[in-house]
């Protein structure tokens, strides 16, 4: 179930503009929980069905990041714009013109996760709990993984996965679509996409500027500008309560989510049985029923 927003609208930040939702009330009582999106460049509505969080009275907000979706695009910008800490700075924009930087629980998806741990590093003062959904540690743990993967499909996918990249026609159809084969498998097994699935990736088909200059042209093959990061050996100084989800058949296998469980002091792990990259889509129910358990344990 997707809510109707409560109120939209846009936040200053650094000469551009933050678009953002909210579902529910600020001031209801409960602590509020911030979406952060994945990608880097990945819009927002993916993550929509995240609204049903509100049906307990706690607010939600939704907010798409620079560089995608309804906030201010800028594909002029070279890969030197569109890093960490310009996203992180982003998050702690936003907190605090909300209102909320001094209560709010934060869920990162995937890339969205990986900047929630950065932000969380940091010691947000009113960070009340973390969720991790489906999101790496460190982008060596998420090639040497996808590589993994990847040798799994089938030899005529991985010829040309291999013949392709090699000859840098990553926009062949050919190409394009052996990739959707990997996604089937590892990103959403639900298909057709939900409308709201698809949104975003119509949108990422519109502009990609981001998602090419930080990730590269789909989530296996990483050579933007975050193909080094890493948290791991950093994630002990985070001191909220933290949730680690991801899904059996994920992109983000075990090996990539285990130094979040390892490294931050008693973090927990729910694996869903019946998911891949999106269990929030493909197990929901489910989903939604962890994560208000451990909100509420939180407030």
Do not use: K
Not at 93 to 101: R, S
Not at 122 to 144: C, F, K, Q
Not at 146 to 162: C, F, K, Q, Y
Not at 258 to 280: N, R
């Amino acid at each position: 179930m997707i809510l109707d927003a409560t109120r939209e609208a846009m936040v200053d930040f650094a000469g551009m503009r933050t678009w953002y939702r909210v579902t529910g009330d600020l001031d209801s009582g409960l602590t509020p929980i911030v979406i952060a999106h994945g990608g880097p460049g990945m819009a927002h509505n993916y993550l929509l069905s995240l609204s049903a969080l509100a049906l307990e009275g706690r607010p939600v907000i939704h907010y798409d990041q620079v560089g995608c979706g309804r906030s201010t695009h800028d594909p002029s910008r070279g890969s030197d714009f569109w890093t960490v800490a310009l996203f992180r700075e982003e998050l702690a924009n936003l907190v605090e013109a909300l209102g909320v930087a001094d209560r709010f629980h934060l869920l990162g998806q995937s890339w969205g996760g990986m900047l929630a741990a950065e932000f969380a590093l940091t010691g947000p003062r009113g960070l009340r709990s973390l969720i991790l959904s489906n999101s790496p540690a460190s982008m060596d743990l998420w090639v040497s993984e996808a590589n993994r993967l990847r040798a799994d499909l089938p030899e005529d996918v991985r010829v040309s996965l291999e013949t392709h990249e090699a000859a840098g026609t990553t926009d062949d159809p050919a190409y394009l679509a052996a990739t959707e084969v990997f996604y089937d498998r590892h990103v959403c097994r639900v298909r057709p996409y939900p409308s709201e699935v698809q949104a975003t990736f119509d949108q990422l088909a519109e502009d990609a500027t981001v998602y090419r200059a930080m990730n590269g042209p789909n989530e296996f093959l990483c050579v933007g500008t975050l193909r080094t990061w890493s948290v791991v050996g950093r994630l002990g100084a985070i001191t909220a309560p933290t949730l680690v989800l991801s899904g059996h058949f994920d992109e983000a296998t075990p090996a990539t989510v285990a130094p979040f469980v390892e490294e931050i002091s008693g973090a927990q792990w729910m694996l869903f049985d019946e998911s891949s990259h999106m269990p929030f889509v493909e197990e929901p129910d489910r989903y939604l029923e962890v994560v208000n358990e451990f909100l509420s344990r939180h407030d």
